[in-house]
């Protein structure tokens, strides 16, 4: 993975077919998407149930971009090393999962995956700064987590932006997650955000038999992103 700045999408695989998610990932990478995000959930740090390393592990080989791995469970720490091996190439932590986010961090970075930190909307800008430099990524949760296709939270703008004054020049990504459409995009990218996570906003209209949707929602949310990055810019 080389680090760069550009807008890239990550369509999230809990809005695909869950009866098909091997050939609903070759669609999207087909369709131009650039990473492939899976949400975990454990139904305690989170409401909602979804899946496990053994699922990982077996859609890991129909992944040909980057994996992105999203743990919204807790604790964290005992299962870190078996979404390594299930082929994570990112794991992202909560900073409110448990009590020792800096520990966590070290454990990611020690399986050879790059470390993400994911921050709750509740959770301030100020809670990532110590742990700038054990990071690879910030995911800022743009709705509260446990479920797609919420609506966006605006207040999160903010925090991106003081994110993105924080890092500097770090190779570190921002992500953002929930409530991203064509629409909400040009915000977080003019803002400072760099990976844009889409569940319906990607999904919605197509299916495997036609995925012709995927590109076109992939395309209008890249555009709309990528438009806003270069007017900020200016």
């Given at each position: 993975m080389t680090f760069t700045r550009s807008i890239k999408i990550a369509p999230s695989i809990l809005s695909a077919d869950f009866a098909d998610f091997g050939r609903e990932i070759e669609a999207i990478e087909a369709q131009d998407c650039d990473w492939v995000h899976v949400d975990v959930?454990?139904?305690?740090?989170?409401?909602?149930?979804t899946?496990?390393?053994?699922?990982?592990?077996?859609?890991?080989?129909h992944v040909t971009t980057v994996m992105d791995v999203h743990l919204m469970i807790a604790p964290v720490d005992p299962y870190i090393e078996a979404f390594a091996e299930a082929g994570a190439d990112i794991i992202t932590a909560h900073a409110e999962a448990g009590p020792h986010t800096h520990r966590t961090l070290q454990a990611i970075r020690a399986?050879?995956?790059?470390?993400?930190?994911?921050?709750?909307?509740?959770?301030?800008?100020?809670?990532?700064e110590p742990l700038l430099d054990m990071v690879d990524l910030i995911c800022v949760m743009t709705v509260n987590p446990g479920f797609g296709g919420q609506k966006f939270i605006d207040s999160q703008i903010e925090k991106i932006r003081q994110l993105r004054a924080m890092i500097g020049d770090r190779p570190v990504h921002i992500e953002i997650d929930g409530g991203v459409t064509p629409e909400t995009a040009p915000r977080v990218a003019a803002a400072g955000a760099d990976v844009l996570v889409a569940g319906s906003a990607v999904f919605k209209g197509g299916?495997?038999?036609?995925?012709?949707?995927?590109?076109?929602?992939?395309?209008?949310?890249?555009?709309?992103?990528?438009?806003?990055?270069?007017?900020?810019a200016e």
């Open positions: 959930m454990d139904g305690h740090f989170v409401p909602n149930l899946f496990g390393p053994p699922l990982v592990k077996a859609i890991r080989r399986t050879g995956a790059k470390a993400g930190l994911a921050l709750n909307p509740g959770t301030p800008a100020s809670v990532a299916s495997v038999a036609d995925p012709a949707p995927y590109g076109a929602n992939i395309r209008a949310i890249r555009k709309a992103a990528e438009t806003a990055t270069q007017a900020a």
